[in-house]
Every structure is written in C-alpha cells, then in structure tokens.
C-alpha cells in the first residue's frame, strides 16, 4: 500500500513527533512538498505532505493560521511537517490549536532531519508500492492467461473477479451476458444492457463507469475488438475504484478477451471467401462441390433444411447491414448452430446473403430485429425519412442444397416486395398465402391501369352509358349476361351492347383471355387507389 502519515510517524530515522491530528494519521501520502511561500495552494494537487519552516509566515498569529491553514485542507493537503529550530524552537500554539481544530494532521520535524530525508522516505515507499503494484499485475496475468488456456473465458472471468475483489461479466455482441463470475453476477450484469449497446456505438477502444441502482458498486465497462464495431464488452463491478493491482489484472483480462473472442482478420476473410465459394456453388446447382469445399466448417448446415436471407443496406448509415449480421451470427454462436454470412458488394456492407438453419436462432434473431427497427420506425416522428435508411431484408421459403437458387430467388423476392412496400422484412410465405392485390399498389401498374381505362372512363363522363361498371360487373360474372345484367339491374341486350361498345373504344376483344385478365387487374388496381 502507498505511504501514510503513520507510517512516516514509525520510520525510525525520521524522529517525527504528532502535534494534531493524530486520528488521521492513516490518509495516503502521494508526495512531500516544500514550499514557504504565505499561499501555496496553487501549487497543490492534493494528497500531499507539505513541509514549512514558517520562514514566510507569522505562526503566532491566530487568525493568520486560521487562513493558512483552511486553504491548505481544502486543497486536499493531508498533513503539515513544521521543522523546529530554525525559524521558530517550537511550533506556534497558534498552529497547534488551529491544525486541531481543522482536523489537520501536524507533525514537528526535529532539526537534525532534514527535508530531503523526508521526501525520499515518502518516495522510496512509493516506489515499492509501485513494485509490488507492478509485480502482484505480472502475477495476476500470469493466472489470468493459465485460466484462459485452460478454462477460458469463464475461467478468466472467475480468476478476475477473484484479483479485484469483485464480480466480472462477459457481453456478446447484442449486449446480452455470455459469462458472469461469480454466479450471482449474471443477474446483476444483465441490468447493464443499455449501458453495453451505447459502450459500442463508440468506436474502439472505448470504456464507461456506471452505477447499478439500488447498488453500490462501482462498474468499468470496456468494449472488446479491434474493429470500428467492438465484437463483445466486458463489464468489472467493485465495491471500490480500482488499485494499480487490479488496474493491471484488467487490461490483461481486456488483452486476453479480446484474443480470445476477436478472430484475426486474415481468418475471417479466409473464412468468407469460403462461405462466398461454397453459396457460389450451391446457387449454380453444384451441391455436392459445395459439400466438399465447406466440410465441417458450416457444421450441419448443409444436411437439414435452411433459410436464405438476402438483406440490401439503404440510406446514409456506414453499414447498415453490419448490425443485423452480428445479432445473427452471436444467437447462432450461443445456440450452437452453424450459419454462413456472405457480405456482397463494393463495399461489403450494400448486399448480405445468410444462409441459416430453418426454425434455429439465427433466424429469429433476424426476424426480431427486423421488428425492434419497424416499430423505431412506427414511432419515429420523420417516418418517411426513415424509411429511407436501413436494411431491408428478405427471407426464403425452407430448402435443402438442391433447391438453393430457387430459394435465393425467393428471398431476392421478398426482398423487392419490402423495398416496395416500405417494410423492413418479408418473408416468402407471407407473399405465397397471400393476395395479389397489395402488389398491384405500384405506380407502374397504377399508371397502366389508368391508361387502359381512361378511355372507357371519359366516355362514361359524357352521359352515354356506365361502361366502366358494366365491365366489372360482366368480368365479375365470368361473362355470364342474365346474371350481370340483373346485377346492374338493366336488360341483358342492353349490357351485350354496352361490351361491344367497350370492345369498340379499346380495340380489344373481350373473347381474348389475356384481354379479360389486364383489365381485371386495371379494375382492381384503379379500386385499390380509390
């Protein structure tokens, strides 16, 4: 521990004597200081010892002591050295009382020691407090790095807890808790989620000091990885600030973690350069190709059925896809599950494809961050502008290997249905069980319908007969005239002339199918934008 006013009093060849303040003898010392000048206080940091001969002052005055000696405890000096037999053979009584009654420790220096003797004294134990600081931190990395060989991360966790007294808890990318040591920490270490998610929006390294409520701990919070996203967080809680000891233990914990959960850049660019090759194949219809290249580094993910997920990043965001390729991939590490994450385009962060196990973790986990950003985007107040910024993601129909492009196809889909409907994510299914009618609201089919039946409609605006209802209501009847004609409530003569008048004004036969079908769909598109 550093040098105290007490351990300064018992140094044998010191020979001090205390004069006030002899309850207060235990405050640190960081440094002896001379100075005789009447304020030194701007010269003062705190913490120091602060050593007189008075040869400046008057220390017989009451009040001038009263001044001297309130400005120097509220600079933070924990204790005064006066040396007798220079300027004065014994300390003033004016000092005595006033030391005492500011709670000032005063200690008489004898004349025969000298102030340099004092300061080395002071320095020497700071300098061993320093070396046994130093070396207890080379011990606890020491078994920091044995636990992490050995147990890892829990077993680095434990070890930690154990140096700082305290509790330690590792965060994955998604701000949820991975590891905790002791055990009852996961409880508490699961109230910072909030605080983990702002940490990494800072780049890396970044580092905050928060408080639990209802808690008195005292929690450093240090991202992990090296990357402009950190990879993971680790969060330290004590009861205290933290020694030199337990600053050292720390930033090795820090050292190790980030070794321990950070893959090297070199292996995470082999490592997509297979997952490129091997969905390369797999869309090509090579499965077997894509089998042999991918071998046990996919896991199962190739032998049950997977979804393929195709994400597009839009608006300003650096890397729009960048947030949902880590909750995937981190819900797929925690549940053990094999995914493949290709990142696509010049810059790598426009276009994401994924494959991942059908009904596993990975896809949830996509599915609910796809609904946390609809809803920011539900409550946001420039809702069209957010629209605008983000990922827009598509999901596939489940498949095996052999039916690989079909479900890329699928996901590209859905994917265009998002981006036109203004949504975050689609899935396949929804557009498979679903109508027809909600496609038709595109300003290119409303366009067309508007064209097609302009001419239908401005001869209706004149007075001479409701063609454009009439069209409906016989389209609607499958061409069946008693029937439509007792839905307009006109003779069915009357609606055989009103089609040929319509077949007329188009050009168009209504005995063609395709004919039929486009003007369906105008009805309907123009009905949808009413």
Not at 90 to 118: N, S
Not at 308 to 329: F, H, K, Q, S, Y
Not at 360 to 373: K, S, W
Request: aromatic content about 4%; proline content about 5%.
């Amino acid at each position: 521990m550093p040098p105290t006013l007490a351990s300064l009093v018992h140094h044998s060849a010191l020979k001090l004597t205390v004069r006030a303040g002899e309850d207060r003898l235990d405050v640190p010392v960081r440094w002896a200081h001379v100075s005789e000048l009447a304020d030194p206080v701007p010269y003062m940091e705190g913490g120091e010892l602060l050593l007189i001969t008075a040869l400046k002052l008057d220390a017989e005055d009451p009040k001038a002591m009263r001044r001297y000696v309130r400005r120097l405890v509220g600079a933070g000096v924990v204790g005064l050295g006066f040396a007798v037999g220079v300027n004065y053979d014994e300390i003033p009584k004016a000092l005595v009382d006033t030391a005492e009654e500011e709670g000032l420790p005063l200690l008489e220096v004898p004349r025969r020691t000298p102030f340099l003797a004092i300061s080395k004294a002071v320095s020497a134990a700071i300098a061993a407090d320093q070396y046994r600081s130093v070396t207890a931190g080379f011990a606890a990395q020491r078994e920091l790095t044995r636990q992490a060989l050995t147990d890892g991360p829990e077993g680095l966790l434990a070890a930690l807890a154990s140096q700082v007294d305290g509790w330690a808890a590792l965060y994955d990318t998604s701000g949820a808790v991975v590891a905790a040591a002791p055990e009852w920490a996961g409880r508490r270490a699961a109230r910072l989620t909030a605080d983990v998610e702002r940490l990494r929006e800072r780049p890396a390294p970044a580092s905050s000091v928060v408080g639990l409520p209802d808690n008195e701990d005292r929690v450093e919070l240090h991202s992990l990885g090296t990357g402009r996203r950190p990879k993971a967080a680790l969060a330290v809680g004590t009861a205290a600030a933290l020694g030199t000891a337990e600053r050292y233990a720390v930033h090795s914990a820090i050292a190790l973690l980030t070794l321990t959960t950070e893959r090297s850049r070199s292996l995470q660019a082999a490592e997509q350069r297979i997952g490129a090759a091997v969905l390369r194949m797999l869309l090509a219809g090579q499965s077997d190709h894509a089998r042999a290249v991918a071998g046990d580094l996919f896991g199962g993910l190739l032998d049950a059925p997977f979804r393929v997920i195709v994400g597009e990043g839009t608006g300003a965001d650096r890397d729009p896809l960048g947030g949902l390729a880590e909750v995937m991939e981190s819900a797929a590490a925690r549940s053990g599950e094999a995914v493949l994450v290709v990142p696509e385009g010049p810059q790598e962060s426009e276009r994401l494809v994924v494959l991942a196990v059908d009904g596993g973790a990975a896809v949830e986990a996509c599915r609910e961050y796809a609904a946390a950003l609809e809803a920011q985007r539900a409550s946001s107040e420039g809702r069209e502008q957010a629209e605008d910024d983000g990922p827009v993601v598509g999901l596939s129909a489940p498949a095996g290997p052999i039916a690989a492009a079909a479900a890329y196809k699928q996901a590209e889909q859905a994917l265009s249905v998002a981006r036109r409907r203004g949504r975050v994510f689609v899935e396949h299914e929804e557009l498979a069980a679903g109508s027809v009618l909600p496609l038709l609201a595109d300003d290119a089919v409303r366009a067309f319908a508007d064209g097609l039946l302009r001419p239908l409609s401005e001869h209706d605006a004149t007075g001479r007969g409701d063609l454009v209802a009439s069209l409906r209501a016989w389209l609607s009847r499958h061409g069946q005239w008693d029937a439509a004609a007792a839905d307009l409530g006109v003779h069915r003569h009357t609606l055989r002339y009103r089609m040929r008048r319509v077949e007329e004004i188009l050009g168009r036969s209504l005995d063609d199918p395709d004919v039929r079908m486009e003007l369906w769909l105008a009805l309907k598109a123009t009905a949808a934008a009413e």
